[in-house]
T-cell receptor, first 113, second 113 residues
Framework: AQTVTQSQPEMSVQEAETVTLSCTYD???????LFWYKQPPSRQMILVIR??????QNATENRFSVNFQKAAKSFSLKISDSQLGDAAMYFCAYRSANDKIIFGKGTRLHILP | NAGVTQTPKFQVLKTGQSMTLQCAQDMNHNSMYWYRQDPGMGLRLIYY?????TTDKGEVPNGYNVSRLNKREFSLRLESAAPSQTSVYFCASMWGGGTSEQYFGPGTRLTVT
């Protein structure tokens, strides 16, 4: 069975600084997809970034980028120029080829003004 | 488009009572999901349906049943509620394939006393 591990329950970063959230996963599958979702206090789930496992190139969406290390089964999220609106729970998610999707336990990110 | 809708938004049950959580999506998505979210535990997959007519167990299926009534609707039933099922329940849907993202409902807060 696949697992997703987020080892940092909480993190803090100064506004305008850069922060990296870690995510590791375990799988024996070769075809899968990885995602980061953000959940603000409203509880709405918002997609931040996505990555296909077969692509070597790391995905980037504006201030958000990932460091995808397939051999190490690592998928970390880097947030540059942190803003107050980035404060939220961040979840790493793994999707199998059969569309089963599991999440990690999340990292609560605090932005310090 | 309403997106993903869930009913009810809040529910209080006594131990042993049964209830059904309803979920519907109007985006013609193929895959639908039920998760529960508990503090410190992230989102845990209860059941999912990768296509109309199919359902599969997730990480925590015990005590729950599901029905994929049609392509739009995916219900979650608690036959005999237990205090351990107190949680926030999220329904999600996804087109399927590639890097499709999940769309989440607003959640149902369920308390079992």
């Amino acid at each position: 069975a696949q697992t997703v591990t987020q080892s940092q329950p909480e993190m803090s970063v100064q506004e305008a600084e850069t922060v990296t959230l870690s995510c590791t996963y375990d799988t024996s599958e070769s075809d899968y997809y990885l995602f980061w979702y953000k959940q603000p206090p409203s509880r709405q789930m918002i997609l931040v970034i996505r990555q296909e496992a077969y692509k070597q190139q790391n995905a980037t969406e504006n201030r958000f980028s990932v460091n995808f290390q397939k051999a190490a089964k690592s998928f970390s999220l880097k947030i540059s120029d942190s803003q107050l609106g980035d404060a939220a729970m961040y979840f790493c998610a793994y999707r199998s080829a059969n569309d089963k999707i599991i999440f990690g336990k999340g990292t609560r990110l605090h932005i310090l003004p | 488009n309403a997106g993903v809708t869930q009913t009810p938004k809040f529910q209080v049950l006594k131990t042993g009572q049964s209830m059904t959580l309803q979920c519907a999506q109007d985006m013609n998505h193929n895959s639908m999901y039920w998760y529960r979210q508990d503090p410190g535990m992230g989102l845990r997959l209860i059941y999912y349906s990768a296509s109309e007519g199919t359902t599969d167990k997730g990480e925590v299926p015990n005590g729950y049943n599901v029905s994929r009534l049609n392509k739009r609707e995916f219900s979650l039933r608690l036959e005999s509620a237990a205090p351990s099922q107190t949680s926030v329940y999220f329904c999600a849907s996804m087109w399927g394939g590639g890097t499709s993202e999940q769309y989440f409902g607003p959640g149902t807060r369920l308390t079992v006393t």
